[in-house]
């Protein structure tokens, strides 16, 4: 097979498998994350590998909607106080390393909201107050309730949180009141 015709075919089916994801999005349990974002004082994000990729993306997004926005990993991230947010992403709903420092969130007074493949994993079920599921195939994940994919690993999943995050700002910038120059005003100017 030609590589052109394959591109074809693996691009259209990705665009299927995303479509899929988005038709079976819970719109209650984004509902949730968007009003604990909206009431937050700070919010803090943290995730790993191609996941906290996407999600390091989401946290200058929503430092330019002119949330007080801390990555987790960074030195300036500070203390967490109650009224914040924690958002985090285990896709496969037992990220080990995550079960400390989420303990950590819940005994600062701290909410936690996740995105995850996997609801019912163990760190969605100890330290979740909001999640949202999204049904995607998350790597190690194993559902039978998700998009089956053709891709590799986590990729669909971890592409598919990335888009949704964005999603989301767009969704803020209309209910806060905000246009996109809003957010563009806050964008880095030292570049």
């Known amino acids: ?24 999005l819970d719109m209650a349990e984004l509902r949730r994350l968007m009003d604990a974002i909206t009431q937050a004082k700070q919010i803090f994000v943290m995730g790993a590998g191609r996941e906290g990729i996407s999600l390091r993306g989401f946290a200058m997004r929503l430092a330019h909607l002119g949330k007080s926005t801390h990555w987790i990993w960074d030195d300036t991230a500070v203390g967490i106080q109650p009224g914040d947010l924690f958002i985090v992403s285990d896709g496969h709903g037992d990220v080990g390393l995550f079960h400390h420092i989420l303990k950590c969130v819940k005994q600062a007074g701290g909410t936690v909201a996740m995105f995850t493949g996997e609801p019912d994993g163990y760190t969605a079920k100890t330290f979740a107050d909001r999640i949202l599921f999204i049904h995607a195939t998350a790597y190690l994940a194993q559902r039978d309730d998700v998009v089956p994919t053709i891709q590799m690993m986590g990729n669909q999943y971890e592409q598919h949180l990335y888009m949704l995050c964005d999603v989301i700002i767009m969704l803020l910038v209309e209910e806060l009141g905000l246009t996109y120059d809003d957010l563009e005003a806050r964008h880095r100017n030292v570049e």
Not at 3 to 20: F, I
Request: aromatic share 12%.
């Open 1 to 24: 097979m030609d590589y052109t015709e394959k591109y074809r075919q693996l691009t259209t089916t990705m665009v299927k498998e995303h479509r899929q994801v988005f038709e079976l």
